[in-house]
């Protein structure tokens, strides 16, 4: 079985910010790509970043410069540090990462978290 554990949602004024972890734990052979998500209200879930496991991230055109997502390793962990919030990122956000449980290219599986809510508000 794998978990992941998302944490640091919290409600924050506009401009500030926040760090939100995602730990993996459980039966791990490697950790690929990594993650974040997220849903407003009303809104389709959208991918915000991605990183893959040589380090290169991509960001949702609307947190580009504002958002930096960063991973470490050896505690298959995935960070999503945002700066300069809006009030528009205010929403549930969800760790996916892929994951490996064997050494075979067939032994691998999506997982999510639960999330963690951010919310933007003056």
């Known amino acids: 079985q794998v978990y992941l554990v998302e944490s640091g949602g919290a409600l924050v004024q506009p401009g500030g910010s926040l760090r939100l972890s995602c730990s993996a734990s459980g039966s791990i052979f490697s950790v690929n790509a990594m993650s974040w998500y997220r849903q407003a209200p009303g809104k389709q879930r959208e991918l915000v970043a991605t990183?893959?496991?040589?380090?290169?991230?991509n960001y949702v055109d609307s947190v580009k410069g504002r958002f930096t997502i960063s991973r470490d390793y050896a505690k298959n962990t995935v960070y999503l540090q945002m700066n300069s919030l809006k009030f528009e990122d205010t929403a549930v956000y969800y760790c996916?990462?892929?994951?490996?449980?064997?050494?075979?290219?067939?032994?691998?599986?999506?997982?999510w978290g639960q999330g963690t809510q951010v919310t933007v508000s003056s």
């Open positions: 996916t990462a892929r994951i490996s449980y064997g050494s075979h290219s067939w032994e691998e599986n999506d997982y």
């Open positions: 990183i893959t496991s040589g380090g290169s991230t």
